[in-house]
């Protein structure tokens, strides 16, 4: 299982341990990434994505999993996120 986000492409960075007589060691610095699942409510349903903290409040804040999908770009999002995206919208169409 890849350390990325589903929804940002936040993934692993690299970095220095630094001790105090200044000896500097490599070191990965990983993104906090929590299995949840959000709700859709075009959808009706909920959907289990792996994502990062950070992810989780902008979703909150944008007003949810459909509004978020909306405005992301297609790069940054993973292949799953990318098809709900596209299940999204298609219902979305249907509706209007």
């Known amino acids: 299982m ?3 986000c589903e929804l940002t492409g ?10 105090h007589a200044n000896n500097k060691t490599r070191r990965r610095f990983l993104p906090n990434l929590n299995d949840v699942t959000l709700q859709s409510e075009t959808l009706n349903r909920g959907i289990k994505l792996r994502i990062s903290a ?5 979703v909150d804040h944008r007003g949810g999993l459909d509004r978020f999908l909306a405005k992301a770009k297609d790069a940054e999002l993973s292949a799953d996120a990318l098809k709900v995206k596209k299940e999204i919208a298609k219902a979305q169409a249907a509706q209007a």
């Open 2 to 4: 890849s350390r990325v």
């Open 54 to 58: 950070s992810a989780l409040r902008s």
């Open 10 to 19: 936040k993934g692993p960075m690299t970095g220095n341990n630094v001790s």
